[in-house]
């Protein structure tokens, strides 16, 4: 396990979502679709300690889409 890391960057997201409902056939036929995208920057992540010991902290692992 590295050294825990006393500051971190903040993290920063850039999301997107659309979507569309349609009711077809007198409202027989429903359907709905969505659409999702995340785009974050210097993800903070939460790192434990797997010794048991139960301490953790936060770093800034890369990026995650």
């Given at each position: 396990?590295?050294?825990?890391?006393?500051s971190?960057?903040?993290?920063?997201?850039?999301?997107?979502?659309a979507g569309?409902?349609?009711?077809?056939?007198?409202?027989?036929?429903?359907?709905?679709?969505?659409?999702?995208?995340?785009?974050?920057?210097?993800?903070?992540?939460?790192?434990?300690?797997?010794?048991?010991?139960?301490?953790?902290?936060?770093?800034?692992?890369?990026?995650?889409?």
């Amino acid at each position: 396990m590295t050294a825990p890391v006393s500051s971190y960057d903040p993290e920063e997201l850039i999301s997107y979502e659309a979507g569309v409902k349609s009711a077809l056939f007198g409202t027989r036929l429903q359907a709905e679709l969505s659409v999702f995208y995340s785009d974050y920057q210097d993800y903070q992540a939460l790192f434990v300690d797997s010794s048991g010991t139960g301490q953790g902290y936060t770093d800034n692992p890369g990026e995650a889409q």
